[in-house]
């Protein structure tokens, strides 16, 4: 459209400067208005696209940073899910760390602990619409500085910590497990596996698998910031929970 109009004011123009009718003067002063009239048609339309290109953007995010925000609240429920279960983990290893050879145990409690030498738990973070709109180059539409910045805080340092401390229990875990594997004569033998586990490398393993604080600090710190991100789009967008 400005294209036209363009093309409309400076055929006018022409007409204006080769019509022998209209004194200097007039030519002068006509032709200053349609170079107004093409400088602000221009301007407009520029002004116009900028406006339309930048609520286009503006809706893409919106769109992205909703379906983030039940992205981390999944994460975040998970994680107070797995804290419990490490909780229970703690219990577990705790007592079987305080077995000794010189006392005697409960063989049915025992029984019911076996299985868990074989379980483990991580959280699986929700990170491919992250991906995918940081890897589209949108990330910086978000013209929230504090919400952006959270949200990469998030994705890039304090899942990566969650990571690595799950990493690290789990590497500890599996050392039991190939100890168990090794020296066990029969697997399915509550006694036999009594024999091992009150061994010195046995008991050191057990107690080495009772979560440390930093586990803990790690999946609460993820709550509070995915918290926190939530917060921050129900205020951006006057979500009601």
């Not at 006018?12 to 200053?32: D, Q, R, S, V, Y």
């Not at 279960?85 to 145990?105: A, V, W």
Request: aromatic share 10%; no cysteine; net charge neutral.
């Amino acid at each position: 459209m400005a294209e036209l109009e363009v093309i409309k004011h400076t055929k006018k123009m022409h007409e204006i400067a080769t019509n022998k009718k209209h004194t200097l003067l007039e030519k002068i002063k006509e032709i200053g208005l349609e170079i107004f009239i093409i400088v602000f048609a221009v301007s407009l339309s520029i002004w116009l696209h900028g406006w339309s290109e930048h609520k286009h953007e503006q809706e893409q995010v919106k769109k992205f940073l909703i379906g983030l925000r039940s992205d981390i609240q999944s994460d975040v429920n998970d994680s107070k899910d797995i804290i419990k279960q490490y909780q229970e983990f703690g219990k577990i290893y705790g007592s079987l760390s305080n077995l000794e050879r010189s006392k005697p145990y409960d063989q049915h409690n025992l029984q019911k602990q076996l299985p868990y030498l074989y379980v483990n738990i991580y959280l699986r973070p929700n990170i491919y619409r992250f991906n995918g709109f940081v890897s589209s180059g949108r990330i910086g539409n978000i013209e929230n500085d504090s919400l952006s910045l959270n949200i990469l805080k998030y994705y890039q340092q304090t899942l990566s910590e969650v990571e690595a401390s799950e990493s690290g229990w789990m590497s500890n875990q599996k050392k039991l497990q190939t100890y168990l594997d090794e020296n066990l004569n029969n697997p399915e033998s509550i006694e036999d596996n009594w024999n091992v586990l009150t061994t010195p490398k046995g008991r050191k393993l057990t107690k080495n698998l009772i979560p440390w604080n930093q586990i803990y600090e790690r999946y609460n710190n993820l709550i509070k910031s995915g918290e926190t991100i939530i917060k921050q789009i129900d205020k951006e967008y006057d979500l009601k929970n």
